[in-house]
């Protein structure tokens, strides 16, 4: 069954699917769902409507532990690890024709607890979610080692071996798919996992892991516990057995990471951080309306809460009225807010109103700083967490708007009137995960490409790219790639053997 199917539903189907929704709300550890020790719990609200979805167990660092000693057991006793690779695979890819079973179930958790359109969630993170598993399935049996050249009578091999024991915390703008980016190479290199999904999304990643357990994938390896940030997260983070933290987040947060690294075992710390990503669209773009349309896709898809949303826009002075007209057209056609679940929607609200909250005082400063907004936010009643498309002209690189991560629809835009200036404004960030160059000169696009400050860059595109692209930043943005093969022995080690022969 493929979920691309599946859009051909209209919105009272998807509401009668929605109504018939059986919402798990335990913890999963051991293969199985259970409560939290301390029976605590918390609420699962959609921000589309304001409704509790469910009461979500509440997991604590009593929770952890728990998860952390069952998957240690697992780890040791060699469950997954030791497993032949083609036996891995085939759970891995049972694992992925489940899910895409499930599609529908895992789709409408997404819409509901999070509030991305379900249109996207079908079309954008599900079918990116399987690839995600089926690679690093792939990738399972090409692993090789090494035999280095040695006098006769030694042998040195150089093998690579799971961690053990890995954490991952994961935030919630793209709930299932930043946390398989995680899973699929954990799983994949034969570690054992504790996922600490984002409180504000807590639905879907419990069911992914009942998945793997259907699949054929062994009780105490892939374990969920949701919780706060701050106390679930944390204790994941400062446990002792866990020999590796990969994080996708807020830089605040992975700063802290690094923290209780330090002050417990010394694990590595893989960081998926922030964005303030520069869009630079030179004087020679082949095509400005091409070039405007995913101008505004780039900063509007998600409801611009993207962690490398195309959120700078520097455009160059004699292309400068013309870009922000187009793009204040565009948008109006493009982007209008909507029940997530219908699938015509294009616009969702934000995950929550307390981030509302935050993106609305991010606006009101640009205002107060003296930044003009040229696309005003229409009324939308309601109880939703909606807030219409954003965009700021006359903002200079001192301004809060222009230097901070806003994650919400709000894009600015600066005019240039030279390569070197566009390349100073693009840079001068403290973030540095994506970037692009609009431009039909080659080498103008060469040489841009190699000044910008970014792990990503594209050429005359936005966001393009597949399995074989290592995703992250530079600078505040992080400090390791998801995706790309490489990511498989980043949740390994390097075991160097020297045997002395007798010969
Ligand atoms: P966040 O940092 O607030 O939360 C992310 C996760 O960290 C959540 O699971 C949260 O519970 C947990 N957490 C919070 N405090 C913690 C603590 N003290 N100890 C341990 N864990 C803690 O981020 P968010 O608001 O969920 O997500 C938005 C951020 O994620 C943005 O900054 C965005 O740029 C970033 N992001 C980055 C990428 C990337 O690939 N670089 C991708 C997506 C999102």
Redesign the pocket.
């Known amino acids: 069954m493929s979920t691309l199917a599946n859009t051909n539903r209209s919105l009272s189907d998807w509401q009668a699917m929605a109504a018939g929704l059986n919402i798990q709300t335990g913890l999963f550890i051991d293969g199985h769902y259970q409560s939290a020790k301390r029976q605590g719990s918390f609420a699962s609200v959609n921000p589309a409507t304001g409704q509790t979805l469910a009461m979500m167990a509440l997991g604590e660092a009593c929770d952890v532990d728990a998860a952390v000693a069952n998957a240690q057991v697992a780890w040791r006793d060699g469950r997954w690890h030791k497993l032949a690779p083609r036996q891995r695979m085939d759970v891995m890819f049972n694992w992925a024709n489940l899910v895409e079973q499930h599609g529908d179930e895992l789709a409408l958790l997404e819409c509901l607890d999070m509030g991305k359109p379900i249109t996207d969630v079908l079309n954008i993170d599900l079918p990116d979610v399987l690839r995600t598993i089926r690679f690093f399935a792939e990738c399972i049996d090409k692993l090789e080692g090494a035999v280095t050249h040695t006098a006769a009578n030694a042998l040195h091999t150089i093998v690579h071996e799971p961690l053990g024991v890995v954490g991952a ?6 709930p299932l798919l ?1 946390a398989v ?1 995680k899973l699929a190479p954990i799983l994949a290199a034969g570690n054992c996992v504790v996922l ?5 999304a807590p639905l879907s990643c419990t069911r992914l892991a009942q998945l793997f357990v259907q699949a054929g994938g062994p009780a105490g390896v892939f374990n969920v516990v949701n ?4 106390e ?6 400062l446990h002792h057995d866990v020999a590796k ?1 990969t ?8 700063k ?2 690094m923290g ?1 690294s330090g002050q417990s075992n010394m694990k590595r710390v893989a ?5 303030k990503s520069p869009q630079i669209f030179m004087p020679d773009l082949y095509d400005l309306d091409a070039a405007v349309d995913r101008a505004v896709g780039g900063i509007f898809d998600n409801a611009g ?5 195309g959120s700078r826009l520097l455009v160059h002075r004699s292309l400068h009225d013309q870009f922000v007209d187009r793009f204040v057209t565009r948008t109006r056609e493009l982007y209008q807010p909507g029940d997530p679940l219908d699938p015509a929607t294009t616009l969702g609200p934000l ?1 929550s109103h307390a ?1 509302l909250g935050n993106v609305q005082r991010r606006m009101d400063q640009a205002l107060a700083d003296g930044a003009t907004q040229v696309l005003p936010t229409p009324a939308f009643t309601g109880p939703g967490a909606f807030c219409a498309p954003a965009l700021f002209v006359g903002a200079h690189n001192r301004m809060a708007i222009v230097q901070e ?1 806003v ?1 919400g629809p709000v894009a600015t835009v600066q005019a240039f009137d030279t390569e070197q200036e566009a390349l100073m404004l693009a840079n001068d960030c403290q973030f540095g ?1 994506a970037a692009s160059v609009w431009t039909s000169d080659l080498n103008t696009a060469h040489r841009m490409v190699s000044a910008l400050e970014a792990g990503v860059t594209w050429v005359n595109c936005f966001g393009d790219g597949d399995m074989s692209q290592p ?3 530079y600078k505040l ?2 400090n390791s790639r ?1 995706k790309h093969a490489s990511s498989l022995t980043s949740y390994m080690q390097i075991k160097s053997s020297w045997f002395n022969l007798q010969r």
């Open positions: 915390i994961t935030p919630w703008n793209y930043m980016w600490k999904p984002a409180e504000q919780g706060t940030g701050q679930a997260g944390r204790a994941l983070a933290i994080f996708t987040g807020s830089t605040a947060v992975g802290l990471l209780y960081l998926e951080t922030g964005g809460q993207v962690c490398n949303a995950a981030h991560e994650f995960l995703f992250g930043g943005s992080g998801d």
